[in-house]
């Protein structure tokens, strides 16, 4: 499949017809996992799965995995594909961007009359973004074992419904979980196209990234417990503002961040909460997200025992309660060497330019490469904005990145 063969009206009238499915018309796409948007999402996708003559299986957490049968049913599949659900106000080509190439990868193949030996299955795996329940990766994580039924159990959205009973509500079997999960059949290899989220293909002038290493997420939330008063009435030496102490917790993550020699780390506080949250009253009790990254597991625990230590000792200067209470702690992962040749190989047959980068954000690859090798190609966004409505492609790039990943799902699928 050359990139002439990549079909680029297809590819741009997926992105365009799922991004119909959207919570917030007009400020970006909101599609979070088990949303009514995200069923209609998921509905549309299978639709467009059964029109390229697929065979389409679903499991009890909502991925779907669209089937091109190989030549050989008995040898172990090629998993290919992403994500569908969004975060809040967000773009339209995270995740997307690489279900539709995988897609159009296996309609090239069959345009083109190439069936390898082995199944190649576009998947579909479900709430990928930080959930309302707490959770990320969802489908993929429950593929690789890293969730369990008690963790459908324990982990619940604000209004306190877990996630168990959401699925339920959805019509899904969990209780079917332990019989799906971990997936238990041998999968060859594992290739996922994904936009870079970052600016360094797009400086570079390069249309095609061959991941490296993908980053893993470590997210605690942090509950600071103070003295609730007032902001007038009480002096400033006299306060044990939970706000203020919270800052400084910021602040220090930014720092142990910026001053770390790790190849890739990165501290985010996405969320705050203060209570009581009103203008004249000094906060008793703030809450906060901590989302910290990197492609080294030492850096990473090196950096959350640094945070630990200076979160307790703030704490203890100003008086508060401190407590970090950890959501998950990922293993990062290095992409399969032999894999990202191929990926490599290929782009060079279509001489398409391509450079090698480590992944900041973490994808369902992470997870994906505890059943398989696994490997990853990016294409270019925008100023590499991401994760924002301002979101955006050249969908020439996606032609090549598509031509790429079809070229090598067809190679990889006949070993
Ligand atoms: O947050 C991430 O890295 C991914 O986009 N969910
Ligand atoms: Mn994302
Ligand atoms: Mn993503």
New binding site residues.
Partial sequence: MTAEQIRRDELRGWLDGIAAFNATPGEGITRGVYTPEFEDARRYVIGEMKKLGLTVREDCLGNIFGEYPGTDPNAAPVWTGS?IDT?PNGGKY??LAGVFAGLEAVAAMRRAGVRPKRTISVNVYAG???SRFGV??IGSRGLSGRLSLTDLKNHADPSGTSLYDALKNLGYAPEDFDQTFPHKAPIHASLELHIE?NDKLEKAGVPVGIVTGI?A?TNMICEVDGVQSHAGGTSMTDRRDAYMAAAEMALLLEELANTSTSDYITGTIGEITLTPGAANVIPGKAVFTV?I?SVSAEDKDELVENLRAGMRAIAERRGVDGTLTPLNNDAPLRCDAHLSAVLREQADALDIPHMDLI?????DSLMLGDLAPAAMVFIPCEKGI??DRAENIDDDDLVKGTAVLAEALAKIADE
């Fill in positions: 994500h975060v995270d995740g990928e973004e930080m990320c990766c989220q980053c997420p989302d990254r992944s900041g954000p973490y994808h991401s994760h």
